[in-house]
């Protein structure tokens, strides 16, 4: 329908999602049951990940991987500056400091060449976010946090279901973090995952989002005992068996919903294809791309946000840079100049619909209302 809105994002729930929960909620584990390990052992086996630790968002499950890393006071962390602010933020929650490395121009994907140029003595670890979908240079980065002993962390979270010279994302780095927010790949409506090879990290994990308590009841009730140490400073970042249940239902498709999102992005770099004034950003040869984001490039982007949003199509701008935000430049001294691609992308970026229920209709609107728009404001003909 014409006048029907269209989001940039949108949750997919069937009837077996909703008996899934119903199911959980007639039982007597409503948190802390099996569900949640569940849950885990299946998006391990789905990532190939030797472990998988739930959490109760992605921002928690970021800042579980930077305390499993060992993140702290003095410490440094690459981070690029196109992303979404949990990015950084989980570096300082540990008494850190990110390091804004820029992006490559064509991916807006951390640049490894300006992330080694930012490693010093005090850096720790690199932070490399799957921006739109897409992995990072996993081959390039790996090299290079082996090259200066550093931990590769991956922000995984707009990459569930994408993969890297075909081995998935979640099996690409030391610890990688995922969201199970409604307008991800997959939802457990707030929710988050940390995958790792590293037993030791996922028992550091284990412990962080459960108060930094050495075990949990249900480890005691099988023992017999009802002793319990808190051997480090933790939170309650748990993830419930509601949300697990959800998610154990939703897993199975990913593969299928990837795919869909694949086709909308084919179907628009299809219809731009002969629009010089609109630029997708390139897919790098060895990613299989999970599409979270479709990002276009145009000018004019302000009058064409503004004429997209009143024909009711819900484009959005995915992101101010991190370093622009007031706070990291009262706090950290940052500013204009620090990262130039990444400000001049954010200038012209455009994030369209593309979600798994989106259709035919709907992205022909779309690729028309954006030609069109894009026309006017740049006095071309559409």
């Known amino acids: 329908m014409k006048d029907e ?4 994002g949108r949750q997919a729930i069937s009837e077996a999602d909703i008996e899934a929960v119903v199911e959980v909620l007639r ?7 099996p569900t949640v390990a569940a849950f885990e052992q299946d998006f391990a086996r789905q990532v190939e990940a030797e472990h998988a630790v739930s959490f109760s968002n992605g921002t928690a499950a970021l800042h579980g991987a930077t305390h ?13 500056p196109m992303t979404f602010a949990a990015s950084a933020n989980a570096v300082l929650y540990q008494g850190g400091t990110p390091v804004f ?18 490693i010093s003595e005090r850096t720790r670890a690199i932070i490399a976010v799957d921006y739109a979908g897409q992995p990072c240079d996993y081959s390039a980065l790996r090299a290079l946090a082996d090259r200066h002993q550093l931990l590769l962390i991956a922000d995984a979270c707009h990459s569930l279901g994408g993969s ?3 081995r998935p994302c979640g099996s690409l780095a030391d610890l990688s973090a995922f969201s199970f927010h409604p307008v991800k790949p997959m939802t457990t409506a707030e929710g988050g995952m940390v995958t790792t090879d590293n037993p030791a990290f996922a028992e550091r994990l284990r412990r962080f989002r459960n108060h930094g308590i050495d075990s949990d009841h249900r480890q005691r009730a ?34 299928e919903w990837t795919a869909r999102r694949q086709q909308v992005a084919a179907r628009y770099a299809e219809r731009f294809a002969d629009q010089p004034l609109i630029r997708p950003l390139r897919t790098q040869p060895s990613a299989g791309h999970a599409f979270h984001l479709f990002v276009v490039r145009v000018p004019q982007r302000d009058q064409v946000f503004a004429a997209l949003r009143e024909n009711k199509i819900g484009v959005n701008v995915h992101y101010t840079p991190v370093h622009l935000h007031p706070y990291y430049r009262e706090q950290l001294g940052t500013g204009p100049g620090d990262c130039p691609v ?10 369209l619909p593309i979600f798994p229920g989106l259709t035919d209709v709907q992205i022909e609107r779309v690729a028309d209302c954006l030609i069109e728009a894009v026309a006017t404001f740049n006095g071309a003909t559409a």
Do not use: K
């Not at 039982?27 to 049951?33: D, F, N």
């Open 101 to 118: 490395a820029d992006v490559c121009p064509e991916t807006l994907l951390l640049d490894p060449h300006q992330a080694e140029a930012r």
């Open 222 to 255: 099988a023992s017999g005992s009802w002793y319990y140490q808190m051997t480090e400073l933790g939170y309650n970042y748990r993830l419930s068996d509601l949300q697990a249940a959800l998610g154990l239902s939703q897993l199975p498709r990913v593969p």
């Open 5 to 8: 809105f269209i989001p940039y």
């Open 27 to 33: 039982s007597p584990w409503l948190t802390t049951g």
């Open 68 to 80: 499993a890393a060992g993140i702290g006071p003095g410490d440094e962390v690459i981070v690029p």
């Open 342 to 351: 990444a400000e001049a992308a954010y200038a012209e970026i455009l994030s």
């Open 164 to 166: 890297w010279q075909g």
